[in-house]
């Protein structure tokens, strides 16, 4: 009976043994992976147009505590019918694109979401480049079914 007590504490610490150094090498085999890797982002709903562009100037205001800037918008619509826009912060600011236009060329003629979030985008850059970081808009429905928005940089 000594005898089989002894080789059973012996299996018991063989086996208490071996599950350490699998436990142990399991654990190195899984240290911390990435599994996914985004850029933060930001979204928004908005019901007109003029939602939108203030979904974007908020939207750099976001991305700037990234030190990044949003990126190109991407589009939906909620099951309850809502428009909605993600924006994900990419590295970079606004000041750093290149604009050739001046404060009274900043008027634009667009037809979709997209169009008009591209030229509030240029119309901001150009603001922020000239020292005028807030910018108002006015827009106009014309006969063609097109809209004309106007931006103006306002002093801070």
């Known amino acids: 009976m000594n005898t089989q007590t002894h080789r059973f504490a012996k299996a018991a610490i063989a086996t208490s043994i071996a599950f350490a150094a699998l436990l ?17 982002s930001v979204t928004y709903k908005y019901a007109s147009d003029e939602q939108l562009i ?3 100037q908020r939207a750099i205001t976001y991305c700037s505590q990234y030190d990044s800037m949003p990126g190109p918008g991407r589009f939906s619509r909620d099951p309850d019918g809502s428009n909605i826009v993600v924006f994900e ?23 979709t979401d997209q169009e008009l979030l591209e030229v509030s985008r240029n119309a901001q850059t150009y603001c922020v480049n000239h020292g005028s970081p807030e910018m108002d808009s006015t827009i106009t429905h014309n006969s063609d079914g097109s809209k004309t928005v106007t931006f103006r940089c306002n002093a801070s």
Do not use: H, K
């Open 24 to 40: 142990l090498a399991s654990c190195s085999l899984t240290g911390p992976r990435q599994v996914d890797a985004n850029n933060p």
């Open 89 to 111: 912060c990419i590295p970079g600011t606004l000041s750093s694109a290149p604009m050739n236009q001046s404060n009274s060329g900043l008027t634009y003629n667009y037809r």
């Open 54 to 56: 203030e979904a974007n």
